[in-house]
């Protein structure tokens, strides 16, 4: 059971980036998925959530409206579309899923 998230690296205010979390080891159809970051600091933060199926969608506050989360279950594979990002956005960025252990996650680093 494994996650892996990718897709992260340094962009500058308003850019824009896709973050992808890759799953092996379990049906990831059978779980809803959740993105999460943790900024120096700080706690990790929920940021979105999407049902198993995907026809569920929740966004904290900050991110409504800028980010998207999607997946692909044929694939196996769960995203997550940052768009018009700012420098708070700039974090360590996670997915999980209920069966399996917290990943190694990405940083996402917002910055002029």
């Known amino acids: 059971v494994q996650l892996v998230e990718s897709g992260g690296g340094l962009v500058q205010p308003g850019g824009s980036l896709r973050l992808s979390c890759t799953a092996s080891g379990f049906t990831f159809s059978n779980y809803a998925m959740s993105w999460y970051r943790q900024a120096p600091g700080k706690e990790r933060e929920l940021v979105a959530s999407i049902g198993s199926r995907g026809g569920f969608t929740n966004y904290a506050d900050s991110v409504k409206g800028r980010f998207t989360i999607s997946r692909d279950n044929a694939k196996n594979t769960g995203y997550l579309q940052m768009n018009n990002l700012k420098p708070e956005d700039t974090a360590v960025y996670y997915c999980?899923?209920?069966?399996?252990?917290w990943g190694p996650g990405t940083q996402v680093t917002v910055s002029s």
């Open positions: 999980k899923l209920s069966v399996a252990s």
